[in-house]
């Protein structure tokens, strides 16, 4: 289908949200490399941004136009990955948002083959952006189960929810994986 995993799993959120009352516009957020310009690619450091992916789920679309709708409308939003969030949320006119609600969070081991002396490295998580809900997962590299969980603020979503949510998603990736085998 020329999607990644990361686009399934946004697929299986969306339609979980948008079940569970969330409309069928869903923004979610997630991180962006900000590397877009050559110059940039042999600098240390950060520059990481939210990214706000938005999920059109109208008419109830089956999990690969829903998959096709999530590839085009993510390749155009990384085409303005360099744009600050906050100047998006600002030409909205929202100033007071700093962050999004829902996030979703890709993990991907790096591959490190020859270490000799220096033994190995482990993935070590260093942290999410706060948000009222996140989907983080970890993706092996090469062979390997995909690792996922939700944390969410206690504030704004109960346990039970986010609970029967989580194996909504679980369904839906095993619906769509199944589906474009």
């Not at 990955?81 to 100047?87: E, G, I, N, S, Y």
Request: aromatic share 6%; with cysteine; net charge negative.
């Amino acid at each position: 289908s020329g999607t990644s995993m990361f686009m399934v799993l946004q697929a299986a959120l969306a339609k979980v949200l948008t079940r569970n009352g969330a409309g069928d516009d869903i923004p979610i957020g997630s991180l962006a490399a900000g590397r877009t310009e050559a110059a940039l690619e042999g600098l240390v450091g950060c520059f990481a941004d939210f990214l706000i992916l938005r999920t059109d789920t109208s008419g109830d679309p089956a999990m690969p136009e829903l998959l096709a709708r999530i590839r085009e409308s993510n390749l155009r939003a990384l085409e303005h990955q360099d744009v600050p969030f906050a100047d998006v949320a600002a030409a909205m006119g929202d100033t007071e948002v700093l962050r999004p609600q829902v996030l979703l969070i890709h993990h991907q081991q790096a591959r490190f083959d020859d270490l000799g002396s220096l033994g190995g490295f482990w993935p070590v998580p260093v942290g999410v952006p706060e948000s009222d809900l996140t989907l983080s997962f970890y993706e092996p590299v090469g062979d390997g189960p995909v690792h996922a969980h939700f944390s969410f603020s206690t504030d704004v979503l109960d346990p039970h929810v986010v609970t029967a949510w989580a194996s909504e998603v679980l369904s839906e990736v095993r619906a769509a994986i199944g589906g474009l085998e």
